[in-house]
């Protein structure tokens, strides 16, 4: 009996990605890139979408027309912007013009002739995590992207929560600073306005510019161009030793930490994943998070027994997740 075959697509304001899995594996079978080319409006994009998908799920597309979808059980689409995952529309994306109210799924299972599943990428990554990454084995999980943004998602009892609208899990829009810096959504002292990249960048900044971190190794980095000083910079900063990096890391770390805290009284997962981009600073931050995690729960108990670790699937968390999505759906 003939495998059956799963695409994960992970569509971005710069780029469309998709995968193709043959079998309940998370090695994908082949992997192609494309510019998204949003400017040139929605239905160009999801042109792109369908051809990259067409062209991914041929078992030689360097040497196909890539118009076979054979053997394709399922797609699972990873879109930006706030989502229904339920009804498969996208509802905004600021990162593509003109993507507002958007019926992806609609759109790509009358085009495609498959079923097709759209996730939102913080969501999807944890699926992913659980069923392929850090989190096999257990139940119940609580996965927290830190990036640019920060993003989270939930596993409880073996399924992925979702919420009423598909909303559920957004931990970087958690209050910790009533009116604390202005977070990206328009909202005051959110968790991502406080301890995302791009907040650790910013804080940054401003110290340097104050007169802090005088002899700090981010001047080697970025010279007298203070500009220049991405969370990135401050990371590799940290982990080459600089105090003052490694400083702004664990204070991030020490607010993410008291959130996770919370969570944990909410959710009590079996185990905490931590992903994205600063997550590979590894013990730098999450040292930080797993102290004030102990200081902060209100009994050893949420924490004893949960390991708080990095995620695994690291660049393909998206695809990984996108092609769990399809065959966690058509289980």
């Keep these: 009996m003939t495998s059956p075959v799963f695409i994960g697509v992970d569509v971005g304001g710069t780029s469309i990605r998709a995968a193709r899995?043959?079998?309940h594996t998370h090695t994908p079978a082949a992997k192609l890139k494309s510019p998204t080319q949003?400017?040139?409006g929605p239905e160009a994009v999801m042109q792109r979408i369908e051809r990259i998908i067409r062209e991914v799920a041929s078992p030689d597309p360097a040497a196909s027309s890539g118009q076979t979808l054979e053997g394709v059980a399922g797609v699972g689409i990873?879109?930006?912007g706030p989502l229904d995952p339920f009804t498969g529309v996208v509802l905004a994306a600021p990162?593509?013009?003109?993507?507002e109210n958007i019926p992806l799924k609609k759109v790509m299972e009358e085009r495609l002739g498959r079923p097709v599943f759209l996730g939102n990428d913080a969501n999807v990554a944890a699926l992913g995590e659980w069923k392929f990454?850090?989190?096999?084995?257990y139940n119940d999980v609580l996965y927290i992207t830190?990036?640019?943004?920060?993003?989270g998602g939930v596993i409880s009892g073996g399924r992925l929560l979702l919420g009423a609208r598909g909303l559920a899990a957004e931990v970087g829009h958690i209050l910790v600073v009533p009116d604390g810096p202005l977070c990206g959504c328009g909202q005051r002292g959110h968790l991502e306005a406080i301890a995302s990249g791009t907040a650790i960048a910013r804080t940054a900044q401003a110290r340097l510019k104050a007169g802090d971190g005088e002899n700090s190794k981010i001047w080697d980095i970025v010279g007298d161009e203070i500009d220049k000083v991405t969370g990135a910079v401050v990371g590799e900063?940290?982990?080459a030793g600089d105090e003052f990096a490694r400083k702004l890391i664990a204070e991030a770390g020490t607010f993410i930490g008291r959130t996770t805290a919370s969570l944990l009284h909410l959710y009590n997962p079996s185990i905490v994943i931590c992903g994205g981009g600063v997550s590979m600073l590894g013990d730098v931050l999450l040292e930080?998070?797993?102290?004030?995690?102990?200081q902060y729960a209100m009994s050893d108990v949420y924490w004893r027994d949960c390991p708080i670790v990095t995620a695994e699937l690291g660049d393909d968390a998206g695809l990984i997740g996108a092609g769990a999505l399809a065959m966690e759906e058509l289980k």
Excluded: H
């Design 21 to 23: 899995f043959d079998g």
């Design 38 to 40: 949003s400017s040139k």
């Design 78 to 80: 990873i879109a930006p």
């Design 95 to 99: 990162n593509i013009p003109g993507w």
């Design 133 to 137: 990454g850090a989190g096999r084995g």
């Design 146 to 151: 830190i990036s640019t943004g920060i993003g």
């Design 237 to 239: 900063a940290a982990q």
């Design 288 to 294: 930080p998070i797993r102290a004030a995690v102990r």
